[in-house]
Each structure stands twice: as C-alpha cells, then as structure tokens.
T-cell receptor, first 111, second 114 residues
Framework: RKEVEQDPGPFNVPEGATVAFNCTYS??????FFWYRQDCRKEPKLLMSVYSSGNEDGRFTAQLNRASQYISLLIRDSKLSDSATYLC????????????FGAGTILRVKS | NAGVTQTPKFQVLKTGQSMTLQCAQDMNHNSMYWYRQDPGMGLRLIYY???????DKGEVPNGYNVSRLNKREFSLRLESAAPSQTSVYFCASSEGAGENWEKYFGPGTRLTVT
C-alpha cells in the first residue's frame, strides 16, 4: 500500500465552482501534513500546511482527520489559474521524518 | 535572489554513461535535497544533506552519489546511468532540516537514459 494515496483525477470544474480533494495516508505516526501545488512541467511549491484544527488561506481550506487518516483541500470560487496538480505531503518516520509525496491530483478549471 | 538553480535543464544519456547534476541555492539554507519524480508516483527522496558536511540516504539512493560541496551547492552523480533512472530530478533546499521548514525547489532536470 502506498504511504500517501490521492485520486489522480483529473477534476474538471467550471470557473467559480467549489472543488475538494482528499488524500489518505497509511502511517498513523505521521506528524506533519502539507499541500503543495505543481504547475505543468514546473517545480512544486508549498501551498499550505495542514494543522489539526484546520486552516484557511483565502479561498483554500485544509483539514486533517487523524482518526480516519486523511487530509483534505477545499478550493472555493475556482479560478483558471488554480489549474495545476495538487500534491499531498506527509512526514514519515522512516528516512528521518522526511517528506513523503503523493502522486498528485490534477485540477483543470475551465471558463 | 535566483532561489534554487539546477543545471542542466535537459540531458540524454546512453546506458552506462556518467553525469553530474548541479544544484545551487542563494538563500543561505542549511539543508538540501535531491528528489526524483516519475509518472504516477510522488516525488521520492534520493539523498539529503541536513547541513554542510553531512549527507544521508533517502528512499531511493541506489545508483546515485552526492556531494555537498559547500553550503550553497549540492550535486548528484550518476556513475553508470540505467534506463530506470529516466526521470525528472528536483533539487530542493530549506532553512532547517526539520519537516516543518518550507522546501524550495529548483526548476528540475529532465533526464532520459536510452
């Protein structure tokens, strides 16, 4: 079983829509959680950290459910510029608590 | 600031050839990393350097070596390239070695081994 699993998508949504992605992780001891964004043929960039209490950054909301071992990302009022691959990232005790990346979920926002 | 830079951007190698991927950062970060990204898989850590003078293996170190030349530079060497090493390679840096430090990635090197 992969340590981090994501629905690869693509999620095709119209501008202005609300879209949500989930990500499940297998290691119950994982301590830190993040969402990264990767544009086509570009490098990943940190979108937001995910805190136990949930956190919001503008149109983006991230939540953590430790009991069910998943994290979610909600994007409200989608913009064309939100089109990208969203990478779920958790820490792993193996390899010295380094980051483990999911394969990503593709979002396409269309006008 | 250029951030994290990588050279070359693209490379094609024949099986058995060797090459070194170069990475440099100008953010005075202590920690540097090498990842590979393959279709359908997440980025996987090859090697990392928590601080100048130290290097450690990540998830997929076989077939690679690294050198932390100084605080700015961290190179990745393929001694005898294999088709399984065809991938996109990303270098990253962070201010500290802990998982909560934001990682800044370079633009990547697209390597094809034939």
């Amino acid at each position: 079983r992969k340590e981090v699993e994501q629905d690869p998508g693509p999620f095709n949504v119209p501008e202005g829509a609300t879209v949500a992605f989930n990500c499940t992780y297998s290691n119950s001891a994982s301590q830190s959680f993040f969402w990264y964004r990767q544009d086509c043929r570009k490098e990943p960039k940190l979108l937001m950290s995910v805190y136990s209490s949930g956190n919001e950054d503008g149109r983006f909301t991230a939540q953590l459910n430790r009991a069910s071992q998943y994290i979610s990302l909600l994007i409200r009022d989608s913009k064309l510029s939100d089109s990208a691959t969203y990478l779920c990232v958790v820490t792993s005790e193996e390899y010295g608590n380094k980051l483990v990346f999911g394969a990503g979920t593709i979002l396409r926002v269309k006008s | 600031n250029a951030g994290v830079t990588q050279t070359p951007k693209f490379q094609v190698l024949k099986t058995g050839q060797s090459m070194t991927l170069q990475c440099a950062q100008d953010m005075n970060h202590n920690s540097m990393y090498w990842y590979r990204q393959d279709p359908g898989m997440g980025l996987r850590l090859i090697y990392y350097s928590a601080s100048e003078g130290t290097t450690d293996k990540g998830e997929v170190p076989n077939g690679y070596n690294v050198s932390r030349l100084n605080k700015r530079e961290f190179s990745l060497r393929l001694e005898s390239a294999a088709p399984s090493q065809t991938s996109v390679y990303f270098c990253a840096s962070s201010e500290g070695a802990g998982e909560n430090w934001e990682k800044y990635f370079g633009p990547g090197t697209r390597l094809t081994v034939t």
